[in-house]
């Protein structure tokens, strides 16, 4: 069982999204409309799971998925949304969501993407990660890549463990025995490359996208 916000500024939507997760076993521990209200409940209650709409009454709410990250790191951000639009999935990924879900998805998929985040994964609806790796190849790069879009599971815990100032030798005794001090070392460089950045600006780029916290 998770604790979950809703978010969505649809009654009928909130209602009834609220009430196919509570037959499921979850939680809901509310339920907001607007994107003020959604950053004073997650500061409040630091619920497991944050169903969000994109568009609230009084705005867009990509814009604070950074602020919910810097008081609450643990909450998963799971988009929910009418839009389909291949861009527009992109960047909530961009601005650090664990999962996009559009609106007229199966409800199943709803308790899977759930699961699916709980467990410390990112969630793509079926096909939707070689539609997105399709798209960013036709873009032109700008600024530095999301960790979350573009690391499996072992090397975004190495970019985290580096981010908050680990040594080679420290993220190796953290890892799996089989991973040694050469081999972090080769995965380091192979993330930079990935995410268009140097080693050096590491720790930044795990702020910007939430992965740590800068006040720890």
């Not at 409800?107 to 539609?131: C, D, Q």
């Not at 030798?169 to 025995?177: H, I, Q, R, S």
């Not at 930044?204 to 740590?212: H, P």
Request: proline share 4%.
């Amino acid at each position: 069982m998770a604790t979950i916000l809703c978010a969505d500024d649809h009654p009928l939507t909130l209602h009834g999204i609220s009430a196919y997760l509570r037959t499921a076993g979850h939680e809901v521990v509310g339920e907001v409309d607007t994107v003020s209200s959604v950053v004073q409940l997650t500061r409040e209650l630091k619920p497991d799971v944050l169903l969000l709409d994109l568009f609230l009454k009084d705005g867009n709410s990509l814009s604070v998925i950074e602020d919910i990250r810097a008081y609450s790191r643990w909450t998963r951000i799971l988009i929910f949304s009418m839009s389909s639009r291949l861009v527009t999935i992109l960047a909530g990924y961009e601005y650090g969501a664990d999962g996009y879900l559009t609106k007229g998805i199966k409800r199943e998929k709803i308790g899977e993407a759930i699961e699916t985040v709980l467990s410390g994964n990112v969630y793509y609806m079926p096909g939707t990660k070689e539609e997105l790796a399709a798209l960013t190849n036709r873009m032109p790069v700008q600024g530095p890549l999301n960790p979350k879009v573009y690391l499996n599971l072992i090397d975004l815990k190495i970019f985290e463990f580096m981010a908050m100032g680990m040594t080679v030798d420290e993220v190796a005794e953290n890892m799996c025995p089989s991973m040694n001090k050469k081999t972090i070392h080769n995965r380091v460089s192979q993330i930079c490359s990935k995410l268009k950045i140097k080693r050096s600006q590491i720790q930044e780029v795990a702020i910007q996208y939430g992965l740590i916290n800068p006040k720890l």
